[in-house]
C-alpha cells in the first residue's frame, strides 16, 4: 500500500498513463460495437484490507506489507492473459473490488485499465468503477483516481449509526462516512453509489428509516441495500452462535426492505435490481452485464469470470475462479501468466438457469429477445405458459408473462427467492421434454 508521501508521484503516473490512453482513443477513432461474443466486463479483485470486518467471508487479507509492483505487474500480466484467451476485442465496463482497492495506488488502477485497452479495447467513456471505505481515501486521493480513470465510484457505508459500525467492525464513523460522501459527490457528480446494510442483530425498523432518510438527504442517484447474511467463520456469526448477541430477526429484516424500497419509491429512484436503486438513469453498467448474463473476464486472487475461451478455440462458456491466496496466485501469474485455479465448462441447462435466476432479479425481467439468445428452440412461453405453477403465480400478481417477456412484478420481486423455487424445476422439466437443439454452448 502506498505511502502518503508516494501519492504525488503515483497521481502524476496515473495521470500520464491516463493520458495515453486518450490519445490512443482518439488516434483509433469511434469503433463499431462488437458482437456479444467479443465484448465482456472487467472485474479487478484487489486482496487486501486494513481490517476485517466482523460480518465479512470474503477473500481478503489484512498483511504486514504489501509488495505493491509486484501485484501491479500481476494484474496488468493476467488481465492481458485472459483478455487474449477470451478474444474479447472490447471492455465495456471495468470494476476495481476487494478487499478495499482504494487502499492500492493511483498508478496501478492506471497501469491495469493501460493494459485493458492494450489487449482488447476500452473506450474513454467506459463506466470504470473504484469500491471505496470512507476511511481510506482522502479527498486529493479521489482526484488521483479520478486522474487514473475512475469515474464512478461505490462507498461502503454500511450505516449511519456509530454503535452499529462497531458491532460491524468497520473502521469509520458516521461523520467520516458523511464527509467521505460529500467529497466524492462534488469529484464524481452523478456516479456515487453508496451501500446500505439492513437486518443487523437488535436493529430495529424505525431507526433504520432513519437513516435512509438522512442518506437521502445527501447521497448522490445509485444506492444499494443489502441484508446482513451471517456467515459462517465470521466474528459476528460466533457472537450470534455463542449467545452474546442476538440472531437478526428476519420478519424485521423483511419489513425493513419493503418499507425502505417503498421510502426509495417516492424519493424518485427506480428499483433496477432486488438490492440496487437509481435515479436519473444512474444504473450501475458493469452489474447489468452480470444480471444479463454477459462474458466477464475476472483478475486477481479469488476472482470469478464466465466466458468462451475463443482466443484458445472454446466454443463454451466457462465458470472460471482464480488461485484465492495472493503470493500463490502471484507465483502462478509469474509461470503462466495467469492464475486460474479452476474452468468448469457449462452445459446449456446450467447457462438458461442462469439467464432466468440472474434476469428476473431486474425490473426488466428476460425479454424474449434476450433469452432466443441463449436458447432458439425453446420460447419463454413454451417453457413456462402451460405449467398450472406457473399460472398460479401469475394469478396472484407475482409474475407477468406477456409480450414483453417474463419479469417479476414490484410484489414479486422481493420474493423472488420462493418463485425460483416454481420455475427452475419447470425450466429443467422442459428442457428434458424438448427436441434436442444443435446449438450449444454460451
Known sequence: MALPGTWARGWAAAAKIAQRRRHAEGARGSSSRA????????????????????????????????????????????????????????????????????LASPSTVAAVLEAVDQAAHLPADSEVTLEANPTSPSGARLAAFGAAGVNR???????????????????????????TLAEARRLFPGRVSVD???????????????????????????????????????????????????????????????????????????QYEVSNFARNGALSTHNWTYWQCGQYVGIGPGAHGRFVPQGAGGHTREARIQTLEPDNWMKEVMLFGHGTRRRVPLGQLELLEEVLAMGLRTDVGITHQHWQQFEPQLSLRDVFGASQEVKALLAQGLLL?????LRCSWEGLAVLDSLLLTLLPRLQEAWQQRTPSPVQGG
Open 35 to 102: 458482437p456479444p461474443s467479443s465484448r465482456a466486463a472487467l472485474y479487478v479483485h484487489w486482496p487486501y484490507c486494513e481490517k476485517r470486518c466482523s460480518y465479512c467471508n470474503f477473500n481478503k487479507y489484512v498483511p504486514r506489507g504489501v509488495d505493491e509492483a509486484a501485484m501491479r505487474s500481476c494484474l496488468v500480466t493476467e488481465a492481458q492473459t485472459l483478455l487474449r484467451l477470451s478474444g474479447v476485442r472490447r471492455v465495456e465496463s471495468v470494476f476495481f473490488g476487494g478487499g478495499t482497492p482504494s
Open 153 to 179: 465510484l461505490s462507498i461502503g457505508l454500511q450505516s449511519l449509526d456509530d454503535t452499529e459500525l462497531q458491532l460491524l467492525g468497520r473502521t469509520h464513523s458516521a461523520r467520516d462516512a458523511l464527509q
Open 401 to 405: 408473462l406477456d409480450h414483453r417477456g
Open 196 to 270: 446500505l446494510m439492513l437486518g443487523l442483530p437488535a436493529q430495529q425498523v424505525g431507526p433504520w428509516l432513519g437513516q435512509l432518510r438522512m442518506l437521502l438527504g445527501c447521497c448522490d442517484d445509485h444506492l444499494s441495500l443489502y441484508q446482513l447474511t451471517l456467515e459462517r467463520g465470521t466474528a459476528l456469526f460466533t457472537q450470534v452462535q455463542r449467545g452474546t448477541l442476538p440472531a437478526p430477526d428476519p420478519e424485521l429484516a423483511a419489513e425493513m426492505y419493503q418499507e425502505g424500497r417503498a421510502v426509495l419509491r417516492e424519493a424518485g429512484f427506480r
